[in-house]
């Protein structure tokens, strides 16, 4: 199955201003998450007046370009618009040793109690689809198993049971 993606386009009804954009998600997903804070602004006091529309939908590969493309069409780069570059930059290919660096510099980081609950709560009350639930199963039937005392488990939480011990002893 290719992957697709969409361009859009929002216009700001009231003075004409508009932004030029690209997400993997659909277009009502991406209305409730913005990552560009100067026009995430303008959505907070203008709301509705923003008029969103679907340019095309276009590959993964030419998404870039295409973002690229129109930015520089419609001329939307602040001052003119709500963009503040030439887009294109979304789907850029990490390779292994940049994520090698990536990772090695998070190694012994912890999160604070504040961000760790804050993660917990984004996802509270939602539930997972079934196609999700099918790749968690496939994964977990592929995951480790922890052998104590002859007896062969797959969860941690089991392995607590059986030994009557505090669980954060058991981590791999």
């Known amino acids: 199955m290719k992957k697709i993606g969409i361009i859009y386009k929002a216009t700001n009804e009231v003075n004409g201003m ?4 690209q997400t993997i998600r659909s ?14 602004n ?9 008029k969103w529309e679907i340019i095309g939908e276009y590959s993964i590969k030419q998404l870039d ?3 690229c493309y129109y930015i520089q069409h419609l001329h939307t780069i602040h001052p003119n618009g709500y963009n503040f570059d030439s887009g294109g930059n979304k789907n850029k290919i990490v390779s292994e040793e940049t994520k090698a660096k990536l990772s090695k510099m998070r190694l012994g980081k912890h999160l604070s ?3 760790r609950d804050n993660m917990s709560k984004a996802r509270l009350g939602k539930k997972h689809s079934e196609e999700v639930k099918q790749k968690m199963s496939v994964f977990l039937d592929n995951s480790k198993y922890f052998i104590i005392n ?9 392995a607590h ?12």
């Open 18 to 21: 508009m932004y030029i954009g």
């Open 27 to 40: 277009l009502k997903i991406r209305k409730r998450n913005g990552y560009n804070p100067y026009f995430q």
């Open 42 to 50: 303008a959505i907070n006091k203008y709301g509705d007046k923003i």
């Open 65 to 67: 370009s295409m973002e």
């Open 113 to 115: 109690q504040k961000v």
């Open 150 to 158: 002859s007896y062969q488990l797959k969860e941690l939480l089991f």
């Open 161 to 172: 049971f059986i030994l009557s011990s505090d669980a954060r002893v058991l981590s791999p």
